[in-house]
């Protein structure tokens, strides 16, 4: 006996009722969840990279404020040598000055 249309038709949509409940809404609901648990991940990774972005500014400030100080140093330095054999130079030329003369006044 041919079944009745109907009756197939009201066993698929039980079917497909069924495999919602069971299979498509918890599989949804999991993903959900998933998403959520991402989000918050990324939230947190946001900060920690806006956490790093500022810690990385403040070390290239901090290098360059050192480059800065370390050129100026070798300023300094350069010009107290030049200072200091500027003084060796007059310091020589008035002894030998003195020298001279206590020479010629000796004669």
Do not use: C
């Not at 070390?59 to 800065?68: L, Q």
């Amino acid at each position: 006996m041919p079944s009745d249309p109907l009756d197939e038709l009201r066993d698929e949509v039980l079917r497909l009722r069924d495999w919602r409940h069971d299979e498509a809404i918890p599989a949804l609901v999991a993903a959900r969840e998933q998403g959520k648990y991402v989000a918050a991940q990324l939230d947190a990774i946001d900060v920690r990279l806006a956490h790093l972005e500022h810690q990385l500014q403040d070390m290239a400030r901090a290098d360059e404020i050192a480059e800065a100080i370390q050129q100026h140093s070798r300023g300094f330095r350069r010009g107290f040598l030049n200072a200091w054999e500027r003084s060796l130079i007059v310091t020589a030329a008035v002894v030998g000055a003195v020298g001279v003369i206590l020479q010629i006044l000796r004669v």
